[in-house]
């Protein structure tokens, strides 16, 4: 199991921009497929991005592509999301994920993160 620890959420007006940073320990962080999603009030929680082992391959919903980067720093076990041009409709608790099962690719699926930080808010007013 991987302990995940976000950080970087906040308020920010609108077209305004947020860097969150995710910090795993507990198990070697290479090898895994990385991942956020997010949560709004009211509603079930959603893919944002993905992004393989090493770092070559990113995925985004529709929603973000365009104005949010995943990357990651597989020697200082982190995992990023830049957020971009922010959008009200963009607040949420967002989460980190990271995959249960070794492999090459990055999944969207939930099922198969089995680890999840505590999440961190990031709000964005009009």
């Known amino acids: 199991q991987v302990q995940l620890v976000e950080s970087g959420g906040g308020l920010v007006q609108a077209g305004g921009s947020l860097r969150l940073s995710c910090a795993a320990s507990?198990?070697?962080?290479?090898?895994?497929?990385m991942g956020w999603f997010r949560q709004a009030p009211g509603k079930e929680r959603e893919y944002v991005a993905a992004?393989?082992?090493?770092?070559?391959?990113?995925d985004y919903a529709d929603s973000v592509k365009g104005r949010f980067t995943i990357s990651r720093d597989n020697a200082n076990n982190t995992v990023y999301l830049r957020m971009n041009s922010l959008k009200p409709e963009d607040t949420a608790v967002y989460y980190c994920a990271a995959a249960t099962r070794r492999s090459y690719f990055y999944t969207r699926r939930e099922a198969d993160f089995g680890s999840w930080g505590q999440g961190t808010q990031v709000t964005v007013s009009s």
């Open positions: 992004i393989n082992w090493s770092g070559s391959t990113p």
């Open positions: 507990g198990r070697t962080f290479s090898g895994y497929a």
